[in-house]
Nanobody, 128 residues
Framework: QLQLVESGGGSVQAGGSLPLSCLAS????????MGWIRRAPGKERELGEV???????????YYSKSVEGRFTVSQDNGKNMVFLQMNNLQPEDSGVYYC??????????????????WGQGTQDTVSS
């Protein structure tokens, strides 16, 4: 059974940092794109943005322009854990962050519609 479980996040003031973690289980291949998808407050999940992604086989990564230079995506050596370190957070970074996965790909996936598996999401709030 494929499962993604997020942890971390919470509330912070502008300029602060928050870490997110995602434990992936049930996957049998090493060719996955693991994405962090942000859904802004009041938006449907379908309107979320892939803010970061990592391709598990090579460690190659992607950042959206809105977070580049502030967020860092990484994985553990076992490739079952994916992390998102969020620094210099701003109020516009507030939202629900989902860990998502799509298996059997060859690079990072940047469109949220292509992700098949989603975690439960974690609410992150940045106050000004």
């Amino acid at each position: 059974q494929l499962q993604l479980v997020e942890s971390g996040g919470g509330s912070v003031q502008a300029g602060g940092s928050l870490p997110l973690s995602c434990l992936a289980s049930g996957y049998t291949t090493d060719s996955r794109s693991m994405g962090w998808i942000r859904r802004a407050p009041g938006k449907e999940r379908e309107l979320g943005e892939v803010v970061a992604a990592i391709f598990t086989a090579t460690g190659s990564y992607y950042y959206s322009k809105s977070v580049e230079g502030r967020f860092t995506v990484s994985q553990d050596n076992g490739k079952n854990m994916v992390f998102l370190q969020m620094n210099n957070l701003q109020p516009e970074d507030s939202g629900v962050y989902y860990c998502a996965a799509v298996d059997g790909v060859r690079w990072t996936v940047r469109a949220q519609i292509e992700y098949d598996d989603w975690g439960q999401g974690t609410q992150d709030t940045v106050s000004s």
